[in-house]
């Protein structure tokens, strides 16, 4: 674990789930105030997540975030105050095709949720218990195609397998990563039981940079990032100040300057007030 950073921070980026959103599905009030007065001494705040913005909209309003949203591990990047999307990245229609075929292997099929989420939009092979509690947190709709790949018509901005065998989803992950090179495409996981694949190059940090540096003329010094999966990874890494939260895995505490308390101890508050307020 390496040194905090003693640098002035000018913008705060959190997750959501896990971080600023815990069982509850809602952020606290500790959150929001600790949020409220790092933005009342010129902190510009922003979310990066692996939700569909949609899903993440109302996370925005409800910490009161000024910056476009991060979605989809940042291949979508939206301003909800304009509406215009500064970027989107999807994964291309031939390698989309391919993970179809390879997540509905006869083996795989009965294991796995397949989410295909295009134009802001969630497609499912069937709705299923699993789809209707995802959905439901989520706050989002939902349609079943009877086959996945009529929706490649263009190209999805994210594919993500969902299974409750968490040792499945590690298993497919690193088979993935032998199949793909990093250029082709990007792999991670944002939860144990969600398998996530967007276009190569998409991840926190590279969105992170565009929204710091070409949007506000901010250097990653000046920067608190607080996440707690393995798809925060990159953006802690990338953040002056990368925190990681109490419940995130051990290796990705590893590489955080700091760890936080649990997001069920409101430990984004707490690490706000030790890096900014205080």
């Known amino acids: 674990m390496s040194s905090t950073s003693t640098a002035e921070i000018k913008l705060l980026i959190v997750d959501i789930d896990g971080t600023i959103a815990g069982k509850s599905n809602q952020v606290s009030t500790r959150v929001k105030q600790a949020i409220a007065a790092a933005q009342a001494q010129g902190v510009r705040v922003g979310i990066a997540t692996g939700r569909m913005y949609r899903s993440a909209l109302r996370f925005h309003h409800d910490i009161g975030a000024d910056l476009p949203i991060m979605a989809y591990q940042g291949a979508w990047i939206q301003d909800p105050a304009t509406g215009i999307t500064h970027r989107h990245s999807p994964v291309p229609v031939e390698i989309a095709h391919e993970l179809i075929d390879y997540f509905e292997q006869p083996d795989l099929l009965d294991q796995l949720s397949i989410h295909v989420y295009r134009d802001d939009c969630l497609y499912v092979r069937e709705i299923n218990a699993d789809t209707e509690l995802y959905v439901g947190r989520s706050g989002i709709g939902v349609s079943a195609v009877a086959d996945l790949r009529t929706v490649l018509t263009d190209r999805p901005t994210k594919i993500l397998a969902m299974s409750e065998d968490v040792e499945l989803i590690d298993q497919l992950r690193l088979e993935l990563l032998q199949r793909y090179t990093p250029a082709q495409l990007h792999v991670t996981t944002s939860v144990p039981i969600f ?60 590489i955080a300057n700091w760890v936080a308390p649990d997001v069920e101890a409101d430990g984004v508050a707490v690490a706000i007030e030790k890096f900014i307020l205080a």
């Open 195 to 254: 398998l996530e694949t967007t276009q190569s190059g998409v991840n926190k940090a590279t969105a992170i940079d565009y929204i710091a540096q070409e949007l506000l003329g901010i250097k990653p010094e000046n920067i608190l990032a607080i996440g707690d999966n393995y798809n925060d990874v990159e953006m802690i890494g990338y953040a002056g100040i990368g925190v990681a939260m109490g419940n995130a895995p051990a290796d990705v505490q590893s």
